[in-house]
């Protein structure tokens, strides 16, 4: 379950690994997402791996089976694929399996509807993936070791769709309570904030090799000055915010926010419960005590928003963070991400000139007003942690492995 960077490799390396590289990184993708699917398997045995309908889950047997369509549908089924972002989206070739468009595509199979399909069991969906993926290393041989960025970019794209999907298994196993050898996200050493005279910034990536559709446009803005914490936010402080009443306080609340800790009743973060002025939290069907100086996690926005209204402080946008996150590494500051997601205080939405790839369904439907996470999390691939990558959920999500960081003018 643990991913450790393949070769050393970086995730800006892996957007611009050749076919050996990215041979061996699918291969170590798909072993893991085989072992982490076991878990579930084992815990879900008696209930035949139902899981119960919910917005924020999906049936694990579907899952497996759409990371073979999904991987079909832009490979081998693809007679463009070879254009990579710009190819066009025309009928494909056949499925290994006859029945793959109707039960995996995930832009027209609705989201509730994957209960109530007669899905190939484990051992079926564990065949056509493997099948699946044969005809995907056979295709990335035949590349050659001269292929550019667009004969390897749905490889790519292939590659890192995975392992996003295992994280989401993660948060799934998390809302189940489904044991799973993750340790909580580390504690940083590092305290205080950075203070930056901002200035021009080119947001946006501009590298060769891969990059998501919504991640084009570079575009210089202007940074004021600001000062932007070093790590993460601890769960101490978050703490002392609960202690200090913050769930029962309107005003630190958006007026949506506070529409949606009453709906949902809340007087702490998921997975955690209060006695007294102690907290214990739920961590993969475990209950431990709150460790105050691990990072907060599974907050949604509007708990950070509230957090960050109570203390005094805001949200980072996305320019800011990702300004903090590479001009630190540049100038030598300690700058510390990668433990959780981060909510911003920036909404989802294109950059300048914005050009849907091929997989039009990544990006585009989601500009609509949900906030912007930076970073990573302690469940996200070695191969996803890139400073430019933009992830995007609803602001009442708490399901995701997501916490916070605060700035100030």
């Known amino acids: 379950m643990h991913d450790t960077p393949l070769f050393h490799q970086t995730a800006e390396d892996m957007r611009q690994a050749g076919p050996p590289v990215l041979a061996a990184a699918l291969a170590q993708a798909r072993a893991q997402t085989l072992a982490l699917f076991s878990h579930f398997e084992a815990a879900l045995a008696e209930r035949a791996m139902q899981v119960p309908l919910h917005a924020e889950l999906n049936p694990p047997l579907w899952e497996l089976g759409h990371l073979g369509w999904f991987e079909e549908h832009w490979l081998a089924r693809n007679p463009h694929r070879l254009a990579g972002p710009r190819a066009a989206n025309t009928p494909r070739s056949a499925s290994l399996l006859g029945r793959a468009d109707a039960l995996y595509d995930s832009s027209s199979v609705a989201h509730a509807a994957r209960w109530q399909l007669s899905l190939p069991d484990a051992a079926a969906a564990k065949r056509y993936i493997a099948q699946v993926r044969e005809r995907s290393l056979a295709l990335l041989g035949a590349a050659g070791a001269q292929a550019g960025d667009d004969e390897l970019y749905f490889f790519r794209l292939v590659l890192l769709h995975e392992d996003m999907h295992r994280e989401a298994w993660a948060y799934m196993a998390q809302a189940l309570d489904i044991p799973l050898p993750l340790p909580a996200p580390a504690t940083s050493t590092l305290s205080g904030e950075w203070q930056t005279d901002g200035g021009p910034f080119m947001l946006g990536h501009a590298e060769a090799g891969f990059a998501f559709d919504n991640e084009l446009g570079t575009h210089e803005v202007t940074l004021a000055p600001f000062c932007i914490d070093r790590a993460p936010l601890p769960w101490g402080p978050y703490l002392d915010f609960i202690r200090a009443g913050g769930y029962d306080d309107e005003r630190h609340w958006s007026a949506a926010g506070w529409q949606w800790r009453q709906q949902n009743k809340m007087s702490a973060p998921r997975y955690v419960q209060r006695d007294g002025d ?25 708990e950070a928003q509230a957090y960050c209204h109570w203390a005094g402080r805001r949200l980072p946008s996305e320019a800011e963070w990702e300004f903090a996150a590479l001009r630190s590494a540049e100038q030598g500051e300690p700058f510390e991400w990668g433990a959780v997601w981060e909510w911003t205080a920036s909404e989802f939405a294109p950059y300048p000139g914005f050009t849907a790839h091929a997989y039009r369904d990544y990006s585009a439907p989601w500009f609509d007003g949900r906030p912007v996470l930076r970073g990573a999390s302690f469940a996200t691939s070695a191969r996803l942690r890139h400073p430019r990558y933009r992830n995007y959920f609803g602001a009442q999500r708490n399901d995701i492995f997501a916490g916070l960081r605060t700035c100030a003018t």
């Open 278 to 302: 102690a907290f214990t939290r739920r961590h993969f069907g475990c209950t431990e005590p709150v460790d105050e100086s691990q990072p907060a996690i599974n907050l949604s926005a509007h």
